[in-house]
């Protein structure tokens, strides 16, 4: 019998026939041995109407987390896959961004080889790749100490150097269990149970003697794991429960090359020198207190003074864009949340209800509620619509004690929350113009790239989602559209939709690369359906509205954190809590000084003059470690004068000048917004 062949088609349009079976590694060496040697995993799509299955590698009876994805949509798949029906075939490199998470994947595997061979009492937990590196979770009664922890990576060395080959291997999913069982491998049997189905083959990864039930995929072999650190240990409960054993999680990174990985420790020793805790205690802008709680802001008044610049700033370009500005309560009746459904999809991320005299309430943990109750709470007709209203209302949100993280993740925030209620012909300009507010916004504070998401839902899970398939599918039409138009490159994230609707994040680059979420904007045709909203048409028939929910900053509290760290409390002037420092030279000056102040103070500027008993240099010294913008210093010349000798933040002294022309130089910086001095 001859044997079936199969087509693969290659990026540059060819296509290859080839025998069924043949794996990506053997298409690699037919194109070229260099294109062989360098590629790290493939990406396999499956033809238009073809079946697709079968061609990505994966048994068909493995189901959840460790199945196979979905047959339209393209994945990733090991060089030793075999491919057995026609595919669009690409392969990735280390010049690929989606190879890092590979090699970082494999480098897990490559940790928990170590360990179990210097510690083979452990038990195994699992192993991801994050952003940022991977972990492994392990079950050990004994703690690791430092001297494991470098022992571990010596081992990891002496894996990579063996260069074992990583192996899938299937295994009927009741062998798995009796074996698993059989070693009191409590959390393989959980995942096992889980994430298959009876009858199922069980998927594992084989390097040398080490197996690991895990659906890859992988880098060829351990020896691809050239340039790896273990970083730190933590401790973590089985299932995030308090009441299960405790792990030892032992995190570590990965990259391809030691250039790469020098540079991101020194990206870390920069990112460590912005932390916004830090600078937030070093510059007095905030403070969390033990005796209030935690996750719950104290503003002092410099932090306070520029969350109201970026409110100010943000209320005024709303009224601008023409939405109007409301505020609402911060509790209400759980009856509210239970027709919202949030009592329903929400409730675990709420705060506990409290009973008053008349009912219980719960504290509002978003404010679409209530801005839809104040657009019932009179008639409405197509020519009122959209309407916009936008507050900047204090939110809590439960959050457990281990995930809260200073102001990047708090239990109480400010969320400058918007809702727009519009037609459903209006749907995609209002969320162009919510697309451009985010823009607008990042550019303003200074961040100059994004990276957009879509996220949808997953109708396989239909527990966590409201709403009929038909309005999912609109609303993930639209948001698609609007980002096409708008010719925008974004990246679709499957089963990350609110339970209400599909959304957008735009996730901003910081000065250090680092990706923040922070802006959304939300499509929504649950909540009008379940308040029963309306609107007077053309014809004079009675219809639903459709909402955008929109926030900009995400919350202020987590903005103002990420300006910290962006900024690395060097704020640009229009934001600086004190945007002018005065010195003094000596007590003889402070007449001089008063005259001074008065006169910023009347051109709007934020002044704090020095009148200690100190020596110029220390109170110079002083105003720079504030990191306030400009230093101004006088003397009996500058007296004279009417002029200041200007120190400029970062650069230096820059020598004197009249004073009203210093005014006149700030003063074009702050109306422009400037990011420079």
């Excluded at 037919?30 to 990505?56: E, F, K, M, W, Y």
């Excluded at 022992?151 to 299937?170: L, N, T």
């Excluded at 540079?263 to 403070?287: C, I, N, T, V, Y």
Aim: hydrophobic residues 40%; proline residues 5%; glycine residues 8%.
């Amino acid at each position: 019998m001859s044997t079936q062949t199969i087509a693969v088609h290659l990026p540059d349009g060819a296509v290859r026939e080839v025998p069924s079976g043949t794996t990506p590694l053997e298409i690699a060496n037919l194109i070229s041995p260099r294109l062989a040697a360098a590629a790290v995993v493939a990406r396999l799509t499956p033809l238009q109407g073809g079946d697709g299955q079968a061609a990505q590698g994966e048994e068909p009876s493995e189901a959840a987390m460790y199945a196979a994805e979905s047959v339209t949509a393209p994945r990733l798949v090991d060089l030793s896959a075999p491919l057995t029906a026609d595919i669009r075939l690409e392969l990735l490199t280390e010049k690929d961004p989606e190879t890092l998470k590979v090699v970082r994947h494999s480098a897990a595997h490559v940790l928990a080889t170590a360990v179990l061979e210097l510690f083979p009492e452990t038990k195994l937990g699992h192993g991801p790749a994050t952003d940022s590196g991977f972990f492994y979770d392990f079950y050990r009664e004994k703690p690791f100490t430092p001297e494991d922890l470098a022992a571990i990576e010596a081992k990891m060395a002496e894996v990579v150097a063996r260069d074992e080959k990583f192996v899938r291997e299937y295994e009927p999913r009741e062998k798995a269990l009796e074996e698993f069982n059989r070693d009191g491998d409590f959390m393989k049997t959980h995942f096992v149970t889980k994430f298959t189905e009876p009858g199922a083959q069980v998927s594992f990864y084989r390097n040398g003697e080490f197996v690991d039930f895990c659906r890859g995929p992988h880098v060829p072999s351990t020896g691809r794991v050239k340039a790896f650190k273990v970083t730190n240990l933590a401790g973590a409960y089985w299932l995030g429960d308090e009441k299960n054993p405790q792990l030892q999680r032992i995190y570590g990174t990965a990259f391809f090359s030691k250039k790469d990985l020098d540079e991101h420790f020194k990206r870390l020793e920069e990112a460590a020198k912005r932390d916004h805790r830090l600078l937030g205690k070093q510059l007095d802008l905030f403070s969390i207190q033990d005796l209030a709680g935690a996750g719950l802001i104290f503003w002092h008044p410099k932090g306070a003074m520029i969350r109201k610049i970026m409110e100010d700033w943000m209320r005024e370009e709303c009224l601008r864009r023409g939405y109007e500005l409301v505020y609402t309560p911060h509790v209400a009746r759980v009856n509210l949340w239970q027709t919202s459904g949030h009592e329903g999809f929400y409730a675990g991320n709420m705060f506990t209800p409290m009973e008053l005299d008349d009912a219980m309430y719960r504290m509002k943990p978003m404010n679409c509620p209530f801005h839809i109750l104040i657009y019932k709470n009179s008639p409405k007709s197509y020519r009122d619509l959209p309407v916009r209203y936008a507050e900047l209302g204090n939110v809590y949100r439960y959050e457990r004690s281990g995930t809260m993280h200073g102001l990047l993740r708090v239990r109480g925030f400010t969320q400058d929350d918007a809702h727009i209620f519009c037609m459903p012909s209006q749907i995609e300009s209002e969320v162009a113009a919510c697309i451009d507010f985010a823009e607008a916004v990042l550019k303003t504070f200074g961040f100059q790239e994004f990276k957009v998401e879509l996220s949808t839902w997953d109708p396989n899970d239909r527990a966590h989602y409201a709403g009929s398939d038909e309005n999912w599918n609109l609303a993930i039409r639209s948001l698609d559209n609007v980002l096409k138009a708008k010719g925008i490159p974004y990246k679709t994230i499957p089963g990350e939709a609110a339970f209400y609707g599909p959304k957008i994040d735009v996730k901003l680059v910081d000065v250090l690369g680092r990706l923040w979420q922070l802006s959304t904007v939300q499509f929504d045709f649950n909540l009008p359906a379940r308040f029963e909203l309306e609107y007077v048409g053309e014809d004079g028939e009675r219809h639903q509205p459709v909402m955008v929910h929109r926030a900009l900053f995400g919350s202020v509290e987590r903005f103002f954190g990420v300006l910290i760290e962006h900024y690395a409390g060097a704020f640009p002037l229009w934001l600086a809590p004190v945007q002018i420092g005065l010195v003094p030279i000596s007590e003889r000056h402070a007449e001089y000084a008063a005259k001074v102040d008065a006169e910023l103070r009347a051109a709007g500027f934020r002044v704090e003059t020095d009148l200690r008993n100190e020596k110029m240099n220390a109170k110079i010294r002083d105003f720079a470690n504030q990191k306030t913008p400009y230093i101004l210093v006088f003397g009996d010349k500058e007296a004279e004068a009417g002029a200041v000798s200007v120190r400029t933040r970062g650069k230096g002294d820059q020598g004197s000048m009249p004073l009203a022309e210093f005014i006149a130089r700030a003063k074009g910086l702050v109306e422009s917004q400037s990011m420079d001095l």
